[in-house]
């Protein structure tokens, strides 16, 4: 299969952490990648994990991977209002010549 | 250049006139990539290129899409006699090379087809 999947939307209150998550059905994976994507701007990498390790953490951000159970969140500490946008999964398959699988995203609106 | 550059920002085309969408990739960057990004299909691969060859063109979702680069640089995508379910937006993206993770987006070309 070649699904990523993520839930749509996500509201939380401005300093309260956010969690995203994202099933993904391929054991292939070699990386996966979170993407944010403001309104009318191209997709920012944000942070990827190596499907080897179980956790990466990079200033507010925390990457989470069960590979059991082919799961991954990502946790934004302190959430901020700059912080709204549009966040996208995708993993990378062997052989694959660095093409990625994205999820639908996931709209994170933070609230005052 | 600095990043990946998208031209035209917008486009607005008759439903079966040919369109042609540039990208230029950050300098050096030999893996050039195509994604399109519809309402309610999320992020879909069409091409990427190695260099000026396309290894993997499985994304591209009629024979009225093709796509060329020339000189390992600028990259066209072009599509023929468009229709209505083409409007979309299109991504480009660049890497050093395909063993490198992570892309560089470009801001994309909003195609709409009336």
């Known amino acids: 299969g070649e699904d990523v999947e993520q839930s749509l939307f996500l509201s939380v209150r401005e300093g309260d952490s956010s969690v995203i998550n994202c099933t993904y059905t391929d054991s292939s994976s070699t990386y996966l990648y979170w993407y944010k994507q403001e309104p009318g701007a191209g997709l920012q990498l944000l942070t990827y994990i190596f499907s080897n390790m179980d956790m990466k953490q990079d200033q507010r951000l925390t990457v989470l991977l069960n590979k059991k159970d082919k799961h991954l969140s990502l946790r934004i500490a302190d959430t901020q209002t700059g912080d709204s946008a549009i966040y996208f999964c995708?993993?990378?398959?062997?052989?694959?010549?660095?093409?990625?699988?994205f999820g639908t995203g996931t709209q994170l609106k933070v609230e005052l | 250049g600095a990043g990946v550059s998208q031209s035209p920002s917008n486009k607005v085309t008759e439903k079966g006139k040919d369109v042609e969408l540039r990208c230029d990739p950050i300098s050096g960057h030999t893996a050039l990539y195509w994604y399109r990004q519809s309402l309610g299909q999320g992020l879909e691969f069409l091409i990427y290129?190695?260099?000026?060859?396309?290894?993997?063109k499985s994304g591209l979702p009629s024979d009225r899409f093709s796509a060329e680069r020339t000189g390992g640089s600028v990259s066209t995508l072009t599509i023929q006699r468009t229709q209505q379910e083409d409007s979309a937006v299109y991504l480009c993206a660049s890497s050093l090379s395909v063993y490198n993770y992570g892309y560089t987006f470009g801001s994309g070309t909003r195609l709409t087809v009336v």
């Open positions: 995708a993993d990378e398959r062997t052989g694959g010549g660095n093409k990625l699988t």
């Open positions: 290129f190695q260099g000026n060859s396309a290894p993997d």
